[in-house]
């Protein structure tokens, strides 16, 4: 089964998160603002600014393989006014030249078009707390893996790498949806299936169960998310038989 969240339901909270900017403001910083990017980091804004540019086009393949009698010239016309007015964006005009172009009718369009891939798709936006959360305590653990000198060098830049990597995806889950989170979560519990000594580090009290226990806590959450709840179930599996004494954090 291929997992897929909502693109639609990203686009349209997103946007309608811009309408309510100040129309006076400099559109890169307003952009900044809504993809949670340092407004100084040109780069960081421009690669998170591509990846939601594609999000028309998401949502267009996924009506077609959910809807393909249903596609209307009311939607087509809706993501092509989007996809229009991200190519004549300006990161330094006023954040009115963008927004203006996106009007009450295209943000209705995309509404439906939401509300239609949910009855499909089964999958629902996570709450920015609980997100927040978990992000809050996988920074930490990042910088207790980093500071500890108790852990071996090989376990602590693993750690690092694969906590960094679901970090990323946390980062860009407004974005990039669900997904990534879980193919990052994927790949951490892959790594400690065929490393015993990345496994057996992880068994171990201390940073190790403190791992478990956060991406047993977020699989959870992503599950809901992605509408799938087999789909993981390695990840549920897995964190289960390595989760022996931690508790998953309350969410």
Same mark, same amino acid.
């Given at each position: ?16 998160? &811009?309408?309510?900017?100040?129309? #006076? ?24 600014? &591509?990846?939601?540019? =594609? ?10 393989? #959910? ?12 993501? #092509?006014?989007? *996809? ?19 009007? +009450? #009718?295209?943000? =209705? ?9 949910? +009855? ?7 709450? $920015? ?14 910088? *207790?893996?980093?500071?500890? &000198? ?93 989760? +022996? +004494? $931690? ?5």
């Amino acid at each position: 089964m291929m997992l897929q969240d909502n693109p639609a339901a990203r686009l349209l909270s997103i946007l309608q998160a &811009g309408k309510s900017k100040q129309s #006076h403001l400099n559109t890169r910083d307003v952009w900044a603002d809504l993809l949670d990017v340092d407004k100084s980091d040109d780069g960081k804004i421009l690669c998170e600014l &591509g990846k939601f540019m =594609g999000l028309p086009n998401e949502v267009d393949s996924l009506l077609d393989l #959910h809807f393909p009698n249903a596609a209307t010239d009311s939607m087509k016309h809706c993501l #092509h006014t989007i *996809s229009g007015a991200f190519r004549a964006n300006n990161l330094n005009d006023q954040w009115k030249l963008f927004i203006d172009k996106i009007d +009450t #009718h295209s943000i =209705g369009t995309l509404s439906m078009g939401s509300a239609m891939l949910d +009855t499909k798709l089964k999958a629902k936006l996570i709450e $920015a707390n609980e997100l927040d959360r978990i992000r809050s305590q996988i920074q930490e653990l990042i910088e *207790s893996v980093i500071s500890t &000198g108790e852990i071996e060098v090989q376990f602590q830049d693993d750690l690092v790498r694969y906590l960094s990597r679901i970090l990323e995806a946390i980062n860009s889950y407004k974005i990039t949806g669900a997904v990534p989170i879980m193919e990052a979560m994927e790949a951490t519990v892959g790594h400690a299936s065929i490393s015993p000594n990345f496994r057996d580090n992880l068994k171990k009290e201390g940073v190790g169960q403190q791992v478990v226990a956060v991406i047993s806590a977020l699989a959870q959450m992503v599950t809901v998310a992605v509408g799938a709840p087999d789909a993981i179930e390695n990840v549920r599996n897995v964190t289960t038989l390595l989760l +022996t +004494t $931690a508790q998953a954090p309350g969410i």
